[in-house]
């Protein structure tokens, strides 16, 4: 089985985000990214301080909005100024929210220009028309390393695993936009092993550890990884048990390493993205 080096191509798009932000500056524009904070969960701050790190190396500025136990007229109020900011280039509200506050009613106050995340609804829905929109970056991670790995998805037999609106919903719109033939399967599928075995393209992202076992995968299969289910010992799992990946997949993305620092990347090209306009 062979590692699919989610390092090395959100280093390729790194460059590239750093050589636009360079422009830009050089023309008097400056890009930013605002990312809201509206919780003390601690993966959530060691996530924030990772896409500062990332955004200082590539030139792009990056706007920590930390709120203190905000209700959620306070989230959707903030990410309406910054909407109206034109300092501000792209716009990521993190989770978790507080209890009761619900990501999609808030995210709509994002504007659509500046929705790099593609949080609000309406990107989702201009994802599922087919037209020019942000696709979640998680999502779009996805779609970038399945272009490095397999080329040509047109008419590829992929099986996504999970129906969220951040990774499985907008990831099987992608693929679908890139003519594979894709199959959504969710926690109500009957069968779930035998429906996997039938793909060619595997992408799992169901927040179970090492859910997805050698029974799921068809032999040679390329597997994207999507989870990362924190351990006991402070690291990251993975949804596929890395030894069935290892015994049958032809490649499969490493946790930690795969799809994480591609997402990352990929935020910052989205902003560099608008703020070029």
């Known amino acids: 089985m062979k590692p699919i080096d989610g390092r090395g191509v959100a280093a390729g798009i790194m460059a590239e985000v750093s050589a636009t932000a360079a422009e830009l500056r050089a023309a008097g524009t400056d ?144 693929l679908l936009n890139e003519h594979a033939t894709v199959t959504v399967c969710h926690s109500r599928t009957a069968e779930l092993a035998e429906v996997c075995a039938q793909a060619d393209v595997l992408v799992v992202a169901v927040g179970r550890a090492h859910f997805i076992g050698a029974e799921h995968i068809k032999p040679g299969a390329v597997v994207i990884d999507v989870g990362t289910n924190p351990t006991a010992d402070g690291g990251l799992a993975g949804d596929v048990d890395p030894a069935a990946a290892e015994s049958r997949a032809g490649s499969c993305t490493p946790v930690p390493g795969g799809v994480g620092p591609v997402t990352t990347a990929l935020l910052l090209r989205h902003t560099v993205a608008a703020a070029r306009g």
Request: charged share 20%; hydrophobic share 45%; glycine share 8%.
């Open 31 to 174: 890009p930013t990214l605002a990312i809201v904070v509206p919780t003390r969960d601690e993966a959530t701050a060691w996530y924030v301080r990772s896409i500062e790190r990332a955004a200082a190396k590539a030139g792009v500025t990056s706007r920590i909005e930390q709120l203190t136990d905000p209700s959620g007229d306070d989230v959707a109020d903030l990410l309406g100024k910054l909407s109206a900011d034109p300092s501000v280039h792209g716009i990521i509200c993190q989770t978790p929210l507080p209890e009761g506050v619900r990501l999609d009613e808030v995210a709509a106050h994002i504007a659509p220009r500046k929705d790099v995340d593609g949080a609000n609804p309406t990107s989702l829905g201009r994802l599922a028309a087919g037209l020019p929109t942000f696709a979640p970056a998680t999502a779009a991670a996805v779609l970038e390393l399945l272009h490095h790995e397999v080329g040509d998805l047109a008419g590829a037999r992929t099986v996504v695993v999970g129906r969220s609106t951040v990774v499985g919903k907008p990831a099987a719109l992608l």
